[in-house]
């Protein structure tokens, strides 16, 4: 049913014209009759989407011949050679398209078979919009790479269940470790990743079981790659840096090693005639208890690289990950410890020495996916380095999609952030297009790990994170309030009301959920041992994991600074760093990660750390109960099914801000002893 979810924002619902005459086309012109090939998918796509939109049956050829009254969807070259017409099309980038609709004689023209997938997609929603304008226009994507991770397991019994850190069910790919001979979830999935621009998808966990390259399983991955490929969606495959040993009867994984580097090259041969089109690698190293080339003194250069030039004649790329560090050694006791300097520590030596086709994929933050962090130095300390943004959709440290969190506003302070390399301007997308360092690879990950819940992510509301990291990664300066409503419309119709209620409601979650969780930089203060789930500050401390608060009687907070700290700020280029060095010029929502100060310090806003805890937190959850009261003002112009199960979550927000707010609260007040100037907090 169109309400349950599958469907996402491509539910093409009937559209009502009032009293409007519009003539529209009568045909659709695909020009490529091969039955794996976007452009024939697009023709499909348009036929559905007018089916649903219009009521009207559009009969599809492929024979190229132009006929006005037709949608002509192609590449631009294909289009070239049947049409007689010259095209004014400006010149279009990878994967770009170009828009040309005017009443009944519509053109959909990419640079290749993906770009006119997209342009269709882009067509279809403004009509499900009802936005019946004429337009002209191209548009291209700010960077080549937009790809999605997953972190699925083959088998239900990983530590996490079958999707590390998913929230929407089981893998859609796998159960009980056999991949679906059924997939047309894929298919379903394929297809919303294709409207919103995604060209790559890892299929398995960066945590990597080396059964994937084994001949069973890469039978499977073939017809997972042949249910993305009609989307234009290109398959990637998460490495065990240790298959040689697991797997291929080696005794070592050495990666000078030229046995090892003979299997990784016979390997890769035989991958890539499973899957000739596949997109490439992605690697997990030396953390987290993952084996690496650290084990043999080797560098985590000599492992890129090394994957690099067995990937390399296929055309094949390696997203080499910068998220390594020592989970195991690292002492509290040591004030100038900090798992935050790792990234930079490992790979700012080797900047200039990996080879072209390896692409470093850099987590937004330098600790994990928190709620507040500064942005990654190490977007500013590899220039001569392919990068990548890695992002996290599934909301792991963000409510797990039972708290409604709107992502964008998030990554919008990353994408945004002027790193001021050379004192110059040096915004973080601009980094990522390739644009400020001149590179020619490089752009956007996303952990997102949907599952077999008929919501994909395990909340209606969860999607238009999904939906918006998609049209970010293409154009990452979109206005994300106008992107939400896109998605609104889309999801939920046209009802002002509603697309106004879930406006505000998103645009408030994300402040909400940083009040009510952890505030100034302390990072999320969730449970960190095991779920990544509810408050639990004590568990930050005291363990080798480095996401420490250093929080005592006194004071909180974790000294960063070159002068007395870690020397973490140290680490970005010297208008940022110095910027971060005083507390007189540290933001405040950055305090706490940058400095140790006692509770009683005095913020910019004025109030001391400890009141702006207790106060934040009681806003908070003031701000979560307050979506109740909005939400409920939608029933009745959204379906039954869906207003009951995004209410469910709502209802458990609400109530579980509480449990955040109280934890917390009096967390520190039992630690400082500081009454609340409010007096709601401790006995009174
Ligand atoms: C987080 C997450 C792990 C994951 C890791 C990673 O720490 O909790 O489940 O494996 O990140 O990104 O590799």
Redesign the pocket.
């Known amino acids: 049913a169109a309400e349950d979810g599958l469907d996402g924002w491509l539910r093409y619902a009937p559209l009502d014209l009032g009293h409007k005459h519009v003539s529209f086309p009568t045909s659709i012109v695909a020009l490529n009759s091969s039955k794996d090939s976007p452009v024939y998918t697009a023709g499909l796509e348009l036929q559905k989407g007018f089916k649903g939109i219009l009521s009207q049956n559009l009969k599809i050829s492929h024979d190229g011949r132009p006929t006005s009254s037709a949608i002509i969807v192609g590449t631009v070259a294909e289009y070239s050679k049947t049409s007689n017409k010259p095209l004014n099309a400006p010149k279009l980038k990878e994967d770009g398209f170009w828009l040309s609709t005017h009443g009944n004689t519509v053109t959909i023209l990419g640079q290749n078979e993906r770009g006119a997938l997209y342009g269709a997609f882009e067509y279809l929603s403004r009509l499900a919009q009802g936005d019946l304008s004429p337009a002209t226009y191209a548009t291209s994507p700010d960077a080549p790479i937009r790809w999605v991770n997953h972190?699925d397991n083959l088998n239900g019994t990983g530590t996490?269940g079958s999707v590390?850190?998913g929230y929407g069910g089981d893998s859609i790919f796998y159960k009980d470790n056999v991949i679906y001979q059924d997939l047309s979830r894929v298919t379903d999935y394929a297809r919303l990743l294709a409207s919103i621009r995604i060209n790559g998808v890892v299929i398995n966990n960066?945590?990597a079981d080396p059964a994937f390259l084994t001949d069973k399983y890469l039978e499977g991955v073939a017809r997972i790659a042949s249910h993305f490929r009609p989307y234009g969606v290109k398959v990637g495959l998460s490495l065990n840096f240790a298959s040689p040993q697991l797997i291929g009867g080696l005794n070592t994984f050495d990666p000078l090693d030229p046995s090892v580097v003979e299997w990784w090259r016979t390997t890769t041969n035989k991958v890539y005639k499973y899957v000739p089109d596949m997109a490439g690698y992605l690697v997990?190293a030396n953390?987290?208890g993952q084996p690496g080339p650290l084990t043999y003194n080797r560098t985590l250069l000599d492992g890129a690289n090394m994957f690099a030039k067995a990937a390399k004649p296929h055309g094949g790329i390696v997203m080499f990950?910068a998220?390594v560090y020592d989970s195991v050694n690292l002492k509290e006791s040591d004030w100038k410890a900090d798992r935050a300097n790792a990234a930079v520590d490992h790979f700012k030596q080797f900047d200039g020495q990996f080879d072209d086709n390896v692409v470093v994929q850099i987590?937004y933050g330098p600790i994990?996916?928190q709620v507040r962090e500064p942005a990654s130095p190490l977007f500013a300390n590899i220039p001569k380095t392919n990068v990548a943004i890695e992002l996290q959709v599934t909301q792991?440290y963000l409510g797990q999609q039972c708290h409604l969190v709107y992502l964008p506003p998030l990554w919008n302070t990353i994408l945004d952030f002027d790193l001021r390399v050379d004192n110059k301007k040096t915004l973080v997308r601009d980094v990522l297009s390739g644009e400020r360092f001149k590179r020619n690879l490089g752009g956007y990950v996303a952990?997102s790990n949907v599952g077999v819940n008929s919501t994909w992510l395990g909340s209606h509301l969860a999607m238009s994170n999904l939906y918006a990291y998609g049209r970010m990664a293409w154009e990452p300066t979109v206005d994300v309030k106008a992107t939400l409503d896109d998605w609104t419309r889309l999801t939920f119709g046209l009802d002002k009301s509603v697309i106004n209620t879930i406006n505000k409601m998103s645009m408030q979650s994300w402040p909400a959920y940083e009040q009510y969780t952890g505030n100034l930089g302390i990072q999320t203060l969730t449970d960190i041992l095991y779920a990544?789930y509810g408050p639990n500050p004590p568990s930050q401390d005291d363990n080798p994991w480095g996401q420490w608060t250093r929080a005592d009687a006194d004071s909180i907070g974790m000294d960063r600074t070159v002068w007395n700290g870690t020397g973490f700020a140290g680490q970005y280029p010297t208008e940022v760093a110095r910027r971060y060095e005083r507390i007189e010029t540290t933001p405040d929502d950055l305090l706490l990660w940058f400095h140790h100060v006692p509770y009683t310090h005095r913020l910019h806003s004025g109030k001391t750390v400890i009141q702006h805890f207790y106060d934040e937190h009681y806003k908070g959850a003031e701000t979560a109960h307050s979506f109740l009261a909005m939400w409920k003002s939608l029933k009745g112009k959204i379906d039954k099914q869906r207003y009951e199960e995004v209410l469910f979550r709502l209802v458990y927000q609400a109530g579980h801000s509480i449990v955040w707010r109280d934890a917390i609260n009096n967390f520190y007040h039992n630690k400082s002893g500081i009454a609340d100037k409010s007096k709601r907090v401790g006995n009174h």
Request: hydrophobic share 30%; proline share 0%; aromatic share 18%.
């Open positions: 972190w996490h590390e850190r960066v945590n997990k953390s987290e990950r998220f987590k994990d996916f792991e952990v990544h």
